[in-house]
Each structure stands twice: as structure tokens, then as C-alpha cells.
């Protein structure tokens, strides 16, 4: 009946609409003028007429019909049923914190990454440090305290592999050594006399003993580990 109605109502104004454009524009010069008013002043009224049937037409109380929404979208929870505008926002909310929670897992994975950059690039110096000059001198410290402060190369030579090694590491690092040749044998195996031979030489250079003293050329003390560190700092300067 509605729909009757409004059909209707739109002919009718249509109809009015045509005559009085055509009699306003002389088209239809058979109208007289004072009609020509009253079928203005019709579809002012028309107009009027239609825009207060629509308002009353439509329910603006009506609530959303969100069990179809529902329904298209495949929801269906007790709860959105039951709260359809609380549901959506705690939808909204949760999508949000998902939202965030993905852009912190972005930005966690990219610092993991460069940790594990960072990682590699320490274990790298880790390595280069481990075979440094002064990583030696600190491994022949530690030793000196295991022989009691003091080491005698011409003793117990077969315990002392270590101290050998570090000895000939250290003096290839103080530029004493001119080839392999002169510190390790066809082998490659570490020439132990070619070592204590060339500490004896070393440690000549710079101290002077009496002959009673002879033997303390083989004998690393602690103030000569500090004579080869300060000849490094100065090789280094240099």
C-alpha cells in the first residue's frame, strides 16, 4: 500500500512539475498567469509533502539487523548474538592489539638479527684476540704461577709444552724470528732448544749476570714478561 502510495504521489508531482515548467517558460501559453502561481505554489507544497512522508516513513529507531551481518560474514557466536556492538568493538581491539603484536614481532626478528650479527662479528674478534700478543703474555702469567712464579726452561722440559709454544709465538710476534726454520724443525714439530736458545739470546740483550748467574737466562720472571710487553708497545708505536 505504501509503495502504491508513493508511486502515486510521485506521478502526480511529476505531472505538476511538467506543466508548470512548460507554462513558466511560454511552452504552454494557454495557462494563465495566476495559474501558474497556484501550480508553484502545488509543488512547493509536493515537495514538502514528500520529504514529510519519507521522514515519517522511515524508523529511525529500528536497530541494526546484525544477526544477517552475522551471518554473511560466518560468525556465529553466542555472544556477538547477544552484544552485537560489544562483540565488533572487542573485535576492533583485539585486531588492533594483533596489529601491534605483529609490528613488535617485526621489529624483535630484526633485532635478533642483529644480534646474532653482533654475535658473530664478537666471536670473530674473540678469535683474532685469542691469538693476540697480549692474550699469550696473559696464558704465560697464568703458567708462571702453576711453576711457582717462576719458570725454568731447562727443567722438566716435557711439562712445559705450553710455555715452548707461547715462547716461540710471542717472539715471531717481537719480529725476533727470521723463518719457521729457526724455531721448528722439517716436521713442523716446535724445535724446544731452538727456543730456549733464542730466550737466552733475548734476555742477554738486555740484562747482564754474573757467571754464578748463568743459569737465570733460562729462567722466565715476571720482569721479563714485562720487558717483552714493553717491547711490543714500543714495536707497535713505531
Known amino acids: 500500500m505504501e509503495k502504491v502510495l508513493f508511486w502515486t504521489f510521485i506521478g ?3 505531472i505538476t512539475a511538467i506543466i508548470t515548467l512548460l507554462g513558466i517558460t511560454g511552452v504552454l501559453k494557454s495557462i494563465k498567469e495566476r495559474y501558474l502561481n497556484v501550480l508553484f505554489t502545488s509543488l512547493i507544497l509536493e515537495v ?3 520529504v514529510l512522508i519519507l521522514f515519517k516513513s522511515t524508523d529511525f529507531s529500528s536497530e541494526t539487523n546484525y544477526s544477517s551481518l552475522f551471518d554473511k560474514a560466518g560468525i556465529a557466536d553466542e555472544a556477538a548474538l ?3 556492538e560489544g562483540y565488533i568493538l572487542t573485535q576492533l581491539t583485539e585486531n588492533n592489539k594483533n596489529s601491534d603484536a605483529l609490528q613488535q614481532r617485526d621489529s624483535l626478528s630484526e633485532l635478533l638479527k642483529e644480534a646474532r650479527q653482533l654475535l658473530e662479528d664478537c666471536e670473530g674478534e ?3 684476540l685469542d691469538k693476540s700478543f697480549f692474550t699469550k703474555i696473559s696464558r704465560l702469567r697464568i703458567l708462571m704461577y702453576d711453576f711457582d712464579g717462576y719458570i725454568t726452561l731447562n727443567f722438566r722440559e716435557d711439562g712445559k709444552k705450553e710455555v715452548f709454544t707461547l715462547l716461540g709465538s710471542i717472539f715471531e710476534s717481537l719480529q725476533l724470528v727470521n723463518s ?3 724455531l721448528y724443525l722439517d716436521n713442523n714439530e716446535l724445535n724446544t732448544a731452538a727456543v730456549k736458545s733464542k730466550y737466552n739470546s733475548y734476555k742477554r740483550s738486555y740484562i747482564s749476570l754474573p757467571l754464578e748467574k748463568q743459569n737465570q737466562y733460562y729462567i722466565i ?3 721479563d714478561i714485562a ?3 714493553r717491547d711490543y708497545l714500543d714495536l707497535i708505536k713505531e
Do not use: H, N
Request: charged share 25%.
Open 227 to 229: 720487558k717483552m710487553l
Open 12 to 14: 502526480i508531482f511529476s
Open 221 to 223: 720472571f715476571q720482569s
Open 180 to 182: 719457521e726454520k729457526d
Open 126 to 128: 674473540v678469535g683474532q
Open 48 to 50: 514538502v509533502a514528500a
Open 82 to 84: 547477544a552484544d552485537p
